[in-house]
């Protein structure tokens, strides 16, 4: 039921930011190899979706944190493959590990259970910013963006 729930409430948020493969394993167009736009498109999404599942979860609003927690476990599991392609096996873990949290915090909400929800929610920002620190430069003035040489563009 959690996952039909969350699917139904997920797919008109996720349409926008990442095309029907994203994180979907629909076979071949799911293997199609993420740019560093496309990573970029989904850090756009988690942003926000971040932000949005903290104040929800602050305003004990369970219900929609646990849609905003569920839309950041798909786009987690587009930049775990970003990384996977491009054999970064340090940011591959981070992903692997925000995306767990984010489930987790799905799960607790949707469970009633809003400090494990929080919880879980600052295990996915720890892995966030472990992240950042390695591969991500910019702020939220001048945008975000790979660091130069730690991707190759191939």
């Known amino acids: 039921m959690l996952a039909l729930t969350c699917s ?3 797919a008109g948020k996720n349409k926008a930011a990442s095309p029907p493969a994203a994180g979907s394993g629909a076979g071949a167009a799911a293997a199609a190899r993420m740019t560093a736009d496309d990573l970029d498109a989904r850090m756009k999404v988690i942003g926000p979706a971040s932000g949005s599942l903290r ?3 602050m305003a004990n609003q369970l ?3 646990a ?3 569920q839309t950041l476990a798909v786009a987690f599991g587009d930049v775990e493959r ?3 392609q491009n054999n970064k096996s340090d940011a591959v873990m981070w992903a692997q590990q925000a995306r767990m949290a984010a489930s987790a915090a799905a799960g607790a909400a949707t469970a009633g259970d809003g400090m494990k929800a929080s ?3 600052d295990n ?3 892995n966030c910013k ?3 620190g390695v591969y991500r430069e910019g702020d939220a003035q001048t945008g975000f963006r790979i660091k130069p040489g730690t991707i190759s563009t191939r």
């Open 130 to 132: 472990q992240c950042h």
């Open 55 to 57: 104040m929800k979860l």
């Open 67 to 69: 849609k905003d927690a």
């Open 82 to 84: 970003f990384f996977q």
């Open 124 to 126: 996915m920002q720890a």
């Open 119 to 121: 919880a879980a929610a």
């Open 8 to 10: 139904v409430a997920c």
């Open 63 to 65: 219900a929609d944190a």
